[in-house]
């Protein structure tokens, strides 16, 4: 598991430093005003769909059946499966596209209606969605691909597919700015075709590993397709109440004065680069693991992978959250403080990503359990903790925004996932799908000892190097993570949290 999850992190360690690279150039361009509000919107009503109906509610119901028929029926079977679920898929969600460009300032209005009373804000934020939003139908269908690849236990190409969202997006902003309206709709362009791109490179390699997927063809509700379906619908909301919380934060956000939503997209931006190379990685080695071992009657095996899965999960997540914490200032200011980014922007980001950081472990543990739940094909349980979820992040948000404005918003994200993580990992113990094993209770508390150190180290280093001048700001803050990072690796191999020797082993093991 640990090779397949280095794999899937080291490709989206890629993409991320990508995204920093292109979040840097749009920040620079467009700041956090009315254009960057509009676009980041027009970003996330199609990433919205595409989470809850492709990488979310889909995978959790695809992968483990796709995983489960490859082991007990063999490759035909499961391209048959495939092939049925990609021209289904490929009908509603053209479907949805149209529908959607035709209704897009009715959905506007639904998900930003704070928008709606300024017209310059609103009018650009209905045409870079209507731009966007064809990458719902490219990008779902890439992640269809993706689960067959993940299925075979190949993950190189569909990590790597973000890749080129973020060389696309940079690409199209320098390239196509000066032929557009705004850098806004340059970026919009740039995120529709890099929907075209992603599916062709995992199409490629789907084609080479011998399953070549049809995209178009005449759908068949088999049993095996109505089995994924049914799981399907209850998995919108159990994998993703996470997607549905942010959404609910633009909603909250849409209201505020203009910059709270640039400000929420630039923090979580950069929360996501641990997050989606932890948690992410953890998610998508995990499940069809767990599927595997659970249909091949090994639940011991289950098991330890669940373990060892937690134990890697919080060994990578809490130095990142403390991190972030302690060195969101210096972090924000030395990657985007620049060009029409203000330091009054920076400091409104900056208290936002304190708040995400709060949040940062429990939004990787929902991926470690959630897989629990989806693996043994049940989606109902994760329904009911994420509609409750999904109910407190609401009230916290009408209750903490007027007080906190964004950052209100952000940390109501990360309590509400606290929330979620915690009702999963309940009711795993309970049902005794989830126990604790002794590495894992004596590794523990040892992590935290370790990232205690750390944290000294960190903030005694920025007491003595921060704030620094515009042009060492770079240098300082990679300084700042060289000796936390030590501090942490050395404190972790003292504690007895992670012993060198076996990181080593199973590195080679295959």
Known sequence: MLRNVLTVGGWTMASRILGFARDVLIASRLGAGPVADAFFVALKLPNLFRRLFGEGAFNAAFIPAFAGTLAAEGRLAALALANHLAALMTLWLSLIVVVGWILMPQLIFVLAPGFADEPLRYGLTVEMTRITFP????????????GVLNGLNRFGAAAAAPVLFNLMSMATLIGLTPFVATPGHALAWGVMLSGIVQLGLVWWAARDAGMAI??????????AVRA????????????????????IDVIIASTLPAGAVSFLYYADRVAQLPLGVIGAAMGTALLPLLARQLRMGQPLAAHRSQNRALELSLLLTLPSAVALALLAEPIIMALFQRGAFSADAASATSAALV???????????????????????????PVKIGLVAVALNLALNLSLSPFLAHVGIALSTAIAAAVNAGLLAVVLMRRRQLVFDARLRHRVPRMLAAVAVMGLVLAAGRALLWPAEPGLRLAVLALLCLAGGVAYILSVSVFGALRLSELRAMLRRR
Do not use: E, H, W
């Not at 990458?135 to 993706?146: D, M, Q």
């Not at 049809?214 to 759908?219: D, M, T």
């Open 228 to 247: 994924v379906l049914r799981r399907m619908g209850p998995g919108i909301f159990g994998a993703g109440v996470t997607q549905l919380n942010l959404a």
């Open 355 to 381: 708040a995400y950081a709060f949040g940062m472990p429990f939004f990787v543990l929902v991926k470690v359990f959630a897989p629990g739940f989806f693996a043994r094909g049940d989606t109902s349980a």
């Open 214 to 223: 049809g995209l178009v063809g005449i759908p068949r509700l088999t049993p």
């Open 135 to 146: 990458y719902l139908l490219f990008i779902c269908l890439a992640a269809l691909v993706s």
